[in-house]
């Protein structure tokens, strides 16, 4: 089954602790993206990477870093200088050569981090 | 002023009934639109895709783009409870990056 897997699904966070949410994705897709949905609003992109060992800050980067060692793999650190940190947190992947369905982004299912 | 307006609602209707779900934009660089539905707690899952102007059917779900407008909506025929979800739209000019409005939180009641 081809898709996007996150973990962990709960996360929670001590203050002044830095946390990692997981992203895979069996898609062959070059990009990725993170993204965070607070109650009510939209997707805010925080970071994106259309290749391996490059990526882009999004409208949101402060407080978050990202790496993309792996064409599969798109892993997110949250670390404690994100004040606000608790929120859903979605995972993306899209292709270019995908001809049928361009620019389209695929969701993965998300982890809600908590701060305790 | 956001590049994408949505009526967050929450949006409560009978089953059976017509829906119309609508965006604006501000952006006329944007060309890629798309409608995504998110059930409560998941991610969201891709419904309609609609390059340039025009309009898109699939089933009950018909997307239509009125670029002079700025506008865009989606219509759901003869809706039934399984489609209560937050319906997001969508869109791009390109380079892959996505703007998304703020949802519209939908309720089909039996």
């Known amino acids: 089954d081809g898709g996007i897997t996150q973990s962990p699904k709960y996360l929670f966070r001590k203050e002044g602790q830095n946390v990692t949410l997981s992203c895979e994705q069996n898609?062959?897709?070059?990009?990725m993206y993170w993204y965070r949905q607070d109650p009510g609003q939209g997707l805010r992109l925080i970071y994106y990477s259309q290749i391996v060992n490059d990526f882009q800050k999004g409208d949101i980067a402060e407080g978050y870093s990202v790496s993309r060692e792996k064409k599969e793999s798109f892993p997110l650190t949250v670390t404690s200088a994100q004040k606000n940190p608790t929120a859903f947190y979605l995972c993306?992947?899209?292709?270019?050569?995908?001809?049928?369905?361009?620019?389209?982004?695929?969701f993965g299912p998300g982890t809600r981090l908590l701060v305790l | 002023q956001k590049e994408v307006e949505q009526d967050p609602g929450p949006l409560s209707v009978p089953e059976g009934a017509i829906v119309s779900l609508n965006c604006t934009y501000s952006n006329s660089a944007f060309q890629y639109f798309m409608w995504y539905r998110q059930y409560s707690r998941k991610g969201p899952e891709l419904l309609m895709y609609t390059y340039s102007s025009g309009n898109k059917e699939d089933g009950r779900f018909t997307a239509q783009v009125d670029k002079s407008s700025k506008y865009i909506s989606l219509f759901i025929r003869d809706s039934q409870p399984s489609d209560s979800a937050t319906y997001l739209c969508?869109?791009?000019?390109?380079?892959?990056?996505?703007?998304f409005g703020q949802g519209t939180r939908l309720t089909i009641n039996p």
């Open positions: 969508a869109m791009s000019a390109g380079a892959q990056k996505l703007v």
């Open positions: 898609l062959n897709h070059d990009a």
């Open positions: 993306a992947s899209s292709s270019p050569s995908d001809s049928l369905v361009l620019e389209t982004q695929y």
